[in-house]
């Protein structure tokens, strides 16, 4: 299977081919192929365990893997240092080292980093409550992830990768999270690669979404298109029997008698004719595709 | 051009190296800095009550100036006492040093692992052999560096500390401990010993950090248990008639070069007891000497021992290196 997040100009951020990683009892990736393109917020989702971590390692040249993988036109497992200087990312949440001041780690980053922009980190610094002094065993877990977040937003990487990076966190940095990314960050020269199960909470940002499943990816697209393609329909008891001989995808009951049925590629006007027409949320494409993974 | 990239390159190396190694003091401030001072300023406290119970005690018995035989002698004895303090103070810190060491390495590319903060680390433009090396630096080269200045101003403390307390007593001749002592040679002497430790200390410091970089969990005990216990089962091994093993060699080479090496001057242990075995130390003059000689001489370079466990130490270091760029987390 071969799908492409699709780009409209240069080569692509992330390509990758028959990507398989094994490890001694499970294969965690089983020959996924897809592109990422410049530009983009795609988001890598999928069940627990699909192999989601394991490619944002390869990725991020932590791990060996099989198959091509080309990361700016870098290979993860050879050029590593180099592609480190334009790839940034957040494992998961909270890591930062415990004995460390909020001095310290501006310090080094901006010692280490070429592409850190001190000031800007210093700016997004300055309305929180953490002051140069601090040291991170004495934050609370939303912020580290505000210190994490501001530090790796001051570096203008081509890629940033987030794994679950608002893990833990409540509704409110969570929120924070994504708006701060979005209005900060992000912009045309910049790729971000995100994963999370909170899948409503990026769905508003996403471009594109990669979904995967037992280490295949099994849908690719960009967010507008998924619109175009999936249908979601209130359907009324009456009508409920010619519905369904249109072969939805997913179908769930509703209170007062009402039936929701998800379409692939139905017609606008077909579905118009059963019942009210929505665009499906991306956590009720996703139930529907996953279908049966843990069973 | 090129020179000009290249020089760059150079300089963001070196740039990112020093900032490993600030970051690494940061870390460690504790061990390389406090733990000397702290012990340093410990003994100079329990010296000073002890001088000054003697203070008291040598003038309520002191009648008269003692009579004085030898007094060139006794001078020289004054001085080399002052030498003496001098080097107690290295000795001092250097035991300090050894514990700091080894805790340092074992849980320089572990404890990051495990509570995953490595991966902040992994998330920054710092190659896996700079991280490696810079940590390398801190446990062979400027640990012990820091160890022989705070203990050279402890044993300054304690030289003070001697004079005062030899004149407040209305001993003879105190200033002898001055002009008969010599602290320039001691203490350059005692700096000599970082770059001949330095050496003596790979093989060990070496296998700790691989092991560092290669447990899962409970690094203390891969470290430790594997070559005592190996060494021990070959003991057994031994009682079995019919096999002959020779066990010194292996406890030599597994325990004291693997392990034991990162305590500062155990180089100097066999050299100074065939010294003493022979009978040539006859006052504390030639003691100090003999120590000074057998901890920094150049000769103690010329000695397979040296040579052969830094490079296995190197080795060990590599592995480390290859080790911290492909362990797997989480």
Not at chain 1, 229 to 242: C, K, M, N, S
Not at chain 2, 190 to 212: D, I, K, N, R, Y
Request: charged share 20%; hydrophobic share 50%; with cysteine.
């Amino acid at each position: 299977m071969n799908a492409t997040v699709s780009n409209h100009d240069t080569t692509p951020v992330v390509s990758a081919r028959a990507l398989r990683k094994a490890y001694r009892h499970r294969v965690a990736v089983a020959g996924a192929d897809f592109d990422i393109g410049a530009g983009r917020i795609v988001g890598l989702i999928g069940p627990n365990g699909a192999g989601k971590t394991t490619a944002l390692k390869a990725i991020l040249g932590l791990t060996r893997f099989d198959g091509q993988l080309s990361v700016l036109g870098m290979d993860p497992r050879t050029q590593r240092d180099e592609l480190m200087n334009q790839v940034c990312f957040i494992a998961d949440v909270a890591v930062l080292p415990r004995w460390m001041r909020v001095r310290e780690a501006i310090d080094f980053v901006a010692g280490v980093h070429p592409r850190f922009d001190r000031a800007k980190c210093e700016r997004l610094l300055a309305n929180t409550q953490l002051n140069p002094k601090l040291r991170v065993r004495e934050m609370s877990k939303g912020m580290i992830v505000q210190l994490h977040l501001a530090l790796v937003m001051a570096i203008d990487a081509r890629l940033l990768v987030l794994d679950e990076p608002t893990l833990g966190l409540d509704i409110l940095y969570r929120k924070q999270f994504y708006q701060r990314l979005l209005e900060d960050y992000f912009d045309e020269n910049k790729t971000i690669l995100v994963t999370t199960h909170q899948v409503e909470e990026i769905e508003h940002i996403l471009t594109d979404v990669l979904f995967i499943r037992d280490g295949r990816i099994v849908l690719s697209a960009e967010m507008d298109h998924l619109a175009e393609r999936y249908t979601e329909v209130l359907v009324g008891a009456d009508r409920i029997a010619e519905a369904r001989a249109l072969g939805p995808v997913e179908e769930r009951a509703l209170p007062f008698g009402k039936t929701v049925l998800l379409y692939d590629g139905l017609p606008r006007e077909r579905a118009a004719a059963l019942g009210e027409v929505r665009t499906p949320g991306l956590a009720d494409l996703f139930v529907a595709l996953m279908k049966g993974t843990y069973a | 051009m090129n020179a000009i990239a290249a020089n760059t390159a150079g300089n963001r190396w070196t740039r990112t190296f020093h900032w490993l190694l600030r970051r690494e003091f940061w870390e460690n401030r504790g061990g390389f800095l406090w733990a000397p001072v702290i012990t340093g300023g410990i003994a100079v406290f329990m010296s000073t009550l002890l001088a000054v119970a003697g203070v008291v005690q040598a003038r309520r018995n002191l009648d008269g100036t003692p009579a004085m035989d030898d007094l060139p002698g006794y001078l020289n004895s004054v001085g080399a006492a002052g030498d003496g303090l001098l080097m107690a103070g290295c000795s001092l810190t250097g035991v300090v040093l050894a514990f700091v060491v080894f805790f340092y390495t074992l849980g320089s590319l572990y404890d990051d692992r495990r509570d995953r903060s490595a991966l902040f680390w992994k998330s920054l433009p710092v190659s896996d052999t700079q991280t490696v090396l810079s940590k390398a630096a801190w446990a062979l080269l400027l640990a012990p560096l820091l160890s022989v200045v705070v203990g050279l101003l402890v044993g300054v403390a304690l030289w003070l500390l001697a004079a005062v307390a030899m004149m407040a007593s209305g001993m003879p001749h105190p200033t002898a401990l001055f002009t008969h002592a010599h602290p320039f040679t001691v203490a350059w002497r005692m700096l000599l010993t970082v770059p001949l430790g330095l050496l003596w200390m790979l093989p060990a410091v070496g296998w700790l950090m691989m092991c560092s970089a290669f447990v899962r969990s409970k690094p203390f005990l891969w470290a430790v248990l594997v070559p005592v216990l190996g060494c021990v089962m070959i003991s057994v091994l031994g009682a079995i008639p019919g096999i002959s093993l020779p066990y010194g060699m292996i406890w030599y080479v597994a325990v004291y070069r693997g392990l034991m090496s990162v305590i500062p001057g155990t180089w100097s242990i066999n050299g100074l007891e065939d010294r003493l075995a022979q009978g040539s130390i006859h006052d504390p003059g030639q003691l100090v000497a003999a120590i000074l000689d057998q901890t920094s001489s150049w000769g103690l370079y010329a000695s397979w021992d040296l040579w052969i466990g830094a490079a296995i130490g190197v080795v060990f270091i590599a592995i480390a290196i290859q080790l911290r760029r492909w362990r797997d987390e989480a």
